[in-house]
């Protein structure tokens, strides 16, 4: 019986540290790496780190003593409200600041107020209260009762207000980080013609993800954490769905060089200056010759400043008369001519060709930009639209 006790303890301390060390090394990694060079990855850095403190502090709850706890519960607090106002500062440093700013220290008042306050009343509380704050409130989430000491119902009454301020938390800078993402994408679109490695696709699925498993957190902490103490099976779901997400985050994180500084050196390449807004059926006819006779779109590097230069016109002209003439983006726009001139490859001669060169032969940056720019146009997979032509070929 003692040996399953022990191993019992020995899966609850796998479970309870990987959200810890997963983060941690990603922290580690970005902390260490040039800060001049990716302002974003250094702070994604500190969030890991932070998120390690929090989860650790988590941990200690469910394999420590009340004692060693109640120690770390304002730092449980200082975290807890400190992740998502991090996570959201690091999607501005990807999409719109260049640099860190000294009013972001406004995001962290209400973790720095709340949590202050809990560290200096627990110093205040006798070893009976802290008991009861222990159990009642931070296990079962309760109240305390009315003949409970000021002082125990003000840090009752901090840690309860700290929750609610984090599901606040939760849905407003996560939802403010996907519209973030959202006009970045839209951003680019009309500059780039190959958007691999630089739409935030993935930060927008990040932040649905993490506003479904907070909710879903949410609701466990609601039921109380006494629930989880010795239930090894519910504490390992959320274990393992914040642990995975973190380690996603680091991947991504990781291979995301782009950022709002990259966009901005680019953008500074110089375009024709005009006073006057050229004719839009000129200028119209002159970039339908660039992508029909040229075949400029073949160029996977293409940007919009380049188009400007040879047609001597401002990107704005070019970008308005892209977005209302044809109705799309100017990556949109380059993509359809991609898209185009493969099935054109696809219905001759190289259809045998693998879809990898076709893609190359098109222009497109790589195969998934290709697969889902196919997709867009046609309606239709590459794969399935070349099967077909492949069958139609052997009858």
Same mark, same amino acid.
Request: with cysteine; aromatic share 14%.
């Given at each position: 019986?003692?040996?399953?006790?022990?191993?019992?303890?020995?899966?609850?301390?796998?479970?309870?540290?990987?959200?810890?060390?997963?983060?941690?090394?990603?922290?580690?990694?970005?902390? /260490?790496?040039?800060?001049?060079?990716?302002?974003?990855?250094?702070?994604?850095?500190?969030?890991?780190?932070?998120?390690?403190?929090?989860?650790?502090?988590?941990?200690?709850?469910?394999?420590?003593?009340?004692?060693?706890?109640?120690?770390?519960?304002?730092?449980?607090?200082?975290?807890?409200?400190?992740?998502?106002?991090?996570?959201?500062?690091?999607?501005?440093?990807?999409?719109?600041?260049?640099?860190?700013?000294?009013?972001?220290? /406004?995001?962290?008042?209400?973790?720095?107020?709340?949590?202050?306050?809990?560290?200096?009343?627990?110093?205040?509380?006798?070893?009976?209260?802290?008991?009861?704050?222990?159990?009642?409130?931070?296990?079962?989430?309760?109240?305390?009762?009315?003949?409970?000491?000021?002082?125990?119902?003000?840090?009752?009454?901090?840690?309860?207000?700290?929750?609610?301020?984090?599901?606040?938390?939760?849905?407003?800078?996560?939802?403010?980080?996907?519209?973030?993402? /959202?006009?970045?994408?839209?951003?680019?679109?009309?500059?780039?013609?190959?958007?691999?490695?630089?739409?935030?696709?993935?930060?927008?699925?990040?932040?649905?993800?993490?506003?479904?498993?907070?909710?879903?957190?949410?609701?466990?902490?609601?039921?109380?954490?006494?629930?989880?103490?010795?239930?090894?099976?519910?504490?390992?779901?959320?274990?393992?769905?914040?642990?995975?997400?973190?380690?996603?985050?680091?991947?991504?994180?990781?291979?995301?060089?782009?950022?709002?500084?990259?966009?901005?050196?680019?953008?500074?390449?110089?375009?024709?200056?005009?006073?006057?807004?050229?004719?839009?059926?000129?200028?119209?006819?002159?970039?339908?010759?660039?992508?029909?006779?040229?075949?400029?779109?073949?160029?996977?590097?293409?940007?919009?400043?380049?188009?400007?230069?040879?047609?001597?016109?401002?990107?704005?002209?070019?970008?308005?008369?892209?977005?209302?003439?044809?109705?799309?983006?100017?990556?949109?726009?380059?993509?359809?001519?991609?898209?185009?001139?493969?099935?054109?490859?696809?219905?001759?001669?190289?259809?045998?060709?693998?879809?990898?060169?076709?893609?190359?032969?098109?222009?497109?940056?790589?195969?998934?930009?290709?697969?889902?720019?196919?997709?867009?146009?046609?309606?239709?997979?590459?794969?399935?639209?070349?099967? /077909?032509?492949?069958?139609?070929?052997?009858?």
């Amino acid at each position: 019986m003692h040996n399953f006790d022990n191993i019992g303890f020995l899966l609850r301390e796998v479970i309870v540290l990987t959200p810890v060390f997963i983060p941690l090394f990603w922290g580690l990694v970005f902390i /260490t790496s040039e800060f001049s060079k990716n302002k974003a990855r250094y702070w994604l850095g500190i969030f890991m780190i932070v998120t390690a403190t929090l989860y650790g502090c988590h941990a200690l709850f469910f394999l420590t003593t009340m004692d060693v706890y109640i120690k770390t519960d304002w730092l449980y607090n200082l975290t807890s409200l400190s992740v998502y106002p991090m996570y959201y500062i690091y999607i501005r440093l990807l999409t719109c600041d260049v640099k860190l700013k000294k009013n972001y220290i /406004t995001h962290f008042l209400p973790a720095i107020i709340l949590s202050s306050s809990l560290l200096i009343i627990s110093l205040t509380l006798t070893h009976e209260e802290k008991v009861h704050y222990y159990e009642i409130v931070l296990k079962e989430y309760g109240m305390p009762g009315f003949g409970a000491s000021s002082a125990l119902k003000l840090m009752s009454v901090i840690f309860y207000l700290s929750r609610i301020i984090f599901g606040f938390q939760t849905i407003i800078y996560l939802i403010l980080g996907y519209i973030l993402a /959202t006009r970045h994408n839209k951003r680019i679109a009309n500059f780039y013609s190959n958007m691999q490695g630089r739409e935030l696709i993935w930060v927008k699925m990040l932040s649905i993800s993490f506003l479904i498993t907070s909710c879903a957190s949410s609701v466990a902490n609601i039921l109380g954490r006494g629930l989880f103490i010795d239930n090894n099976s519910m504490l390992a779901f959320p274990a393992f769905i914040f642990s995975t997400m973190f380690f996603i985050i680091g991947i991504l994180g990781n291979n995301q060089n782009f950022t709002v500084n990259t966009f901005n050196e680019d953008e500074e390449t110089e375009c024709p200056e005009e006073n006057e807004n050229p004719k839009n059926i000129k200028l119209k006819n002159n970039l339908i010759k660039l992508l029909e006779v040229n075949k400029r779109f073949l160029d996977p590097e293409l940007k919009i400043t380049d188009l400007c230069r040879e047609l001597n016109t401002n990107r704005t002209y070019l970008s308005n008369l892209i977005n209302t003439e044809f109705q799309l983006s100017f990556n949109d726009l380059i993509n359809k001519y991609r898209t185009e001139y493969a099935i054109t490859l696809l219905n001759g001669d190289n259809i045998n060709y693998s879809l990898q060169v076709i893609a190359t032969e098109s222009g497109f940056g790589s195969l998934s930009s290709f697969n889902r720019a196919f997709k867009k146009n046609t309606g239709t997979t590459v794969t399935v639209f070349k099967s /077909t032509n492949l069958q139609s070929a052997i009858n």
